[in-house]
């Protein structure tokens, strides 16, 4: 499946099965299976996953474009779809023979989803240094303990990509932090209750507690300590392209709505079209310049990760802060250009504005992601103090 049908395959789903369902889905906060389903039907479970593990291998330009054209009609079928592809890609960066056949090929069959586990609930916008616990046994397997939060997908996929240190290791030892893979029906596995939130409402974004969960030694991703290899150079990269593409096409269908409501509107005592107004002429050209210069940059990020380029984690980290930026600028004037009608509390741009504000806040953070950029542009480390 060529570029072209990826979008073209993601916009049949979006505009017949996720726009329908989008106002249902934020109303009973409902997790979007049929589109989800339907994306996997459709042989777009392995976009990302690479073509030598029998995926399709689109990377984070595919996953961009698939993104944005899924939020522009329902936001929560792109985060859950996006996470799914976040969580493919960290399986597939090191997968072992045996786990490319456990996970990667019915990930590719359309038969499997997974997504992630890293956010805690004492760590905050720090998802990278889990406090949640592997202990190896004797015999090489593993034991897991703690609690897991915000798990886009949680309770629906079929594993978890779970960030877990050694308490056996020193806090600053490199090797201490890891990623393992957990099954949906492990024992010792166990869910908060549903998400209930303002914002992207159908995500299912649940806690997970892991009550000395057993596993064996192969589900280990890569090896003991690899986790912030994998946090930096494949989860930061997929999940900011991901989040990117979603709150851009949020900022696509607000546009879009609020241009349909100015060219069609006149006023009643004039005749007069909203659309001749120069300050709305002018406004409406910021909003679409606004979104054009934010998605070239996406694009351009996305390209340069694929190639591998040595100067792509500036634009990499840059563009989930820009994008949320636009995507708040662009939400909050398209309320304002098509006036009280638009803040109707079942209306379509009302939701797309609780899902927009989320952007800022989703980590990594805005804040954190420009501290990012600035230390990355200065060659000095990420992390450091």
Same mark, same amino acid.
């Given at each position: 499946?060529?570029?072209?049908?990826?979008?073209?395959?993601?916009?049949? $789903?979006?505009?017949?099965?996720? =726009?329908?369902?989008?106002?249902?889905?934020?109303?009973?906060?409902?997790?979007?299976?049929?589109? /989800?389903?339907?994306?996997?039907? %459709?042989?777009?479970?392995?976009?990302?996953?690479?073509?030598?593990?029998?995926?399709?291998?689109?990377?984070?330009?595919?996953?961009?474009?698939?993104?944005?054209?899924?939020?522009?009609?329902?936001?929560?079928?792109?985060?859950? !779809?996006?996470?799914?592809?976040?969580?493919?890609?960290?399986?597939?960066?090191?997968?072992?023979?045996?786990?490319?056949?456990?996970?990667?090929?019915?990930? %590719?069959?359309?038969? #499997?989803?997974?997504?992630?586990? /890293?956010?805690?609930?004492?760590?905050?916008?720090? !998802?990278?240094?889990?406090?949640?616990?592997?202990?190896?046994?004797?015999?090489?397997?593993?034991?897991?303990?703690?609690?897991?939060?915000?798990?886009?997908?949680?309770?629906?996929?079929?594993?978890?990509? $779970?960030?877990?240190?050694?308490?056996?290791?020193?806090?600053?030892?490199?090797?201490?932090?890891?990623?393992?893979? $957990?099954?949906?029906?492990?024992?010792?596995?166990?869910?908060?209750? %549903?998400?209930?939130?303002?914002?992207?409402? *159908?995500?299912?974004?649940?806690?997970?507690?892991?009550?000395?969960?057993?596993?064996?030694?192969?589900?280990?991703?890569?090896?003991?300590?690899? +986790?912030?290899?994998?946090?930096? +150079? $494949?989860?930061?990269?997929?999940?900011?392209?991901?989040?990117?593409?979603?709150?851009?096409?949020?900022?696509? =269908?607000?546009?879009?709505?609020?241009?349909?409501?100015?060219? &069609?509107?006149?006023?009643?005592?004039? *005749?007069?079209?909203?659309?001749? &107004?120069?300050?709305?002429?002018?406004?409406?050209?910021?909003?679409?310049?606004?979104?054009?210069?934010?998605?070239?940059?996406? #694009?351009?990020?996305?390209?340069?990760?694929?190639?591998?380029?040595?100067?792509?984690?500036?634009?990499?980290?840059?563009?989930?802060?820009?994008?949320?930026?636009?995507?708040?600028?662009?939400?909050?004037?398209?309320? &304002?250009?098509? *006036?009280?009608?638009?803040?109707?509390?079942?209306?379509?741009?009302?939701?797309?504005?609780?899902?927009?504000?989320? =952007? #800022?806040?989703?980590?990594?953070?805005?804040?954190?992601?420009?501290?990012?950029? *600035?230390?990355?542009?200065?060659?000095?480390?990420?992390?450091?103090?």
């Amino acid at each position: 499946m060529n570029i072209q049908e990826v979008v073209e395959s993601c916009r049949s $789903v979006a505009s017949n099965i996720a =726009a329908p369902a989008a106002d249902a889905i934020d109303r009973d906060a409902r997790w979007p299976e049929e589109s /989800l389903r339907a994306l996997q039907q %459709n042989g777009l479970g392995g976009l990302v996953v690479p073509t030598r593990f029998g995926g399709l291998g689109h990377g984070l330009f595919g996953l961009a474009l698939a993104s944005e054209e899924l939020a522009r009609a329902c936001s929560s079928t792109s985060l859950c !779809f996006g996470m799914h592809c976040v969580g493919s890609a960290v399986l597939a960066a090191k997968a072992t023979s045996r786990q490319a056949e456990r996970y990667l090929a019915p990930i %590719n069959e359309g038969q #499997h989803l997974t997504t992630l586990a /890293l956010s805690e609930p004492g760590t905050g916008v720090h !998802f990278y240094f889990p406090q949640c616990t592997c202990r190896v046994q004797p015999d090489g397997g593993l034991v897991l303990s703690g609690e897991k939060s915000f798990v886009t997908n949680g309770g629906h996929a079929d594993s978890y990509v $779970v960030s877990v240190a050694r308490p056996d290791l020193a806090p600053d030892a490199g090797g201490r932090f890891s990623c393992v893979v $957990v099954d949906r029906d492990a024992p010792g596995t166990s869910w908060g209750g %549903n998400w209930k939130a303002s914002r992207l409402r *159908g995500n299912s974004s649940r806690e997970l507690t892991l009550a000395d969960v057993p596993l064996a030694a192969d589900r280990m991703l890569g090896e003991h300590g690899d +986790q912030l290899w994998y946090v930096f +150079q $494949v989860v930061v990269p997929y999940f900011l392209t991901a989040m990117s593409g979603t709150y851009l096409g949020i900022a696509q =269908a607000a546009y879009d709505l609020c241009r349909d409501s100015v060219a &069609s509107r006149r006023h009643d005592h004039s *005749g007069r079209g909203v659309a001749h &107004s120069p300050i709305v002429q002018h406004r409406l050209g910021t909003m679409w310049a606004r979104i054009a210069r934010t998605r070239t940059l996406l #694009h351009d990020a996305a390209a340069r990760g694929d190639r591998g380029d040595e100067d792509t984690l500036p634009a990499v980290l840059s563009v989930k802060a820009e994008v949320a930026d636009c995507v708040n600028e662009v939400v909050g004037d398209a309320m &304002s250009l098509t *006036g009280g009608r638009s803040y109707r509390r079942d209306g379509p741009l009302p939701r797309l504005l609780r899902d927009a504000r989320a =952007a #800022h806040v989703m980590s990594p953070t805005t804040d954190l992601l420009r501290q990012w950029v *600035g230390r990355a542009l200065l060659e000095l480390p990420l992390l450091a103090d």
